[in-house]
């Protein structure tokens, strides 16, 4: 397999290139624009396929850096690559490939996180969900039966979303004593990162609950409401 020249230094660079993409976005006003454009100057030379190509290639160092790029240019057409890449002999690759369905965002790229949900590790899993889905897609998350190996990560991506409209289902999932510690806690956890002041009253309730490390998590998470609730008012 033979890669364009130009696709050839691209990867070579893979790192700062990747960096300046994602630069430009974020710079950009909201909407597809501007994401547009880049993937069409790409498209034009015909460097998207190359990249698609170099998701294929034998050297694993490629594999890597044409991960990096396709998830620095959202590229939508190299979710089912990436997906591939997720049962990669090389550790490096398939972290690249996790990282890179993250930036993709999509359904089509959480859904392939899900699919490997048992092979990665938590804490990636909890951050590449909380970049790849939509509100609406993490809502639906909650809702449907998923790996136990998933419903941490789950739980912790809406706590890492910020988003003060899933409080009450953690709350409640922090209340609710048939199920497993892990998910209590973690629920815990999410809300000291979501930190809205609505939730205080239902933690100072977990305060003498029956297990330690719920009471434990939801006393922290109480301390990080009310501190941000203080600094806020200010």
């Known amino acids: 397999m033979s890669l364009d020249a ?57 594999r890597v850096a044409g991960a990096r790029l396709c998830g620095a240019l959202r590229l939508s057409d190299a979710v089912p690559w ?7 002999p090389d550790p490096r690759v398939r972290d690249a490939a996790v990282r890179a369905l993250g930036k993709t965002r999509g359904r089509r790229a959480v859904d392939a996180l899900m699919v490997a949900a048992d092979s990665i590790p938590p804490i990636r899993l909890a951050i590449e969900l909380y970049h790849a889905a939509s509100d609406f897609e993490l809502e639906s998350l909650l809702r449907r039966p998923v790996s136990p190996n ?20 953690l709350l409640g999932f922090a209340q609710d004593r048939h199920l497993e510690s892990n998910l209590r806690v ?24 029956s297990d330690p490390d719920v009471k434990k998590a939801a006393v922290r998470a109480r301390r990080r409401v009310n501190a941000a609730a203080r600094w806020r008012t200010a």
């Open 150 to 169: 998933a419903e941490v990560p789950i739980i912790m991506a809406c706590g890492l979303s910020g988003d003060v409209l899933r409080a009450p289902r």
């Open 6 to 62: 130009r696709a050839t230094e691209l990867l070579a660079e893979a790192v700062p290139v990747a960096g300046a993409i994602r630069g430009v976005l974020r710079r950009a006003k909201p909407g597809l624009t501007t994401q547009w454009r880049v993937t069409q100057a790409f498209a034009r030379t015909g460097l998207d396929r190359d990249l698609l190509d170099s998701l294929g290639d034998p050297d694993p160092e490629v």
């Open 186 to 209: 973690a629920a815990c956890r999410a809300l000291s990162m979501i930190r809205d002041p609505g939730t205080v009253d239902g933690l100072r309730g977990l305060a003498t609950d």
């Open 82 to 88: 990436l997906a591939e890449l997720l049962e990669d």
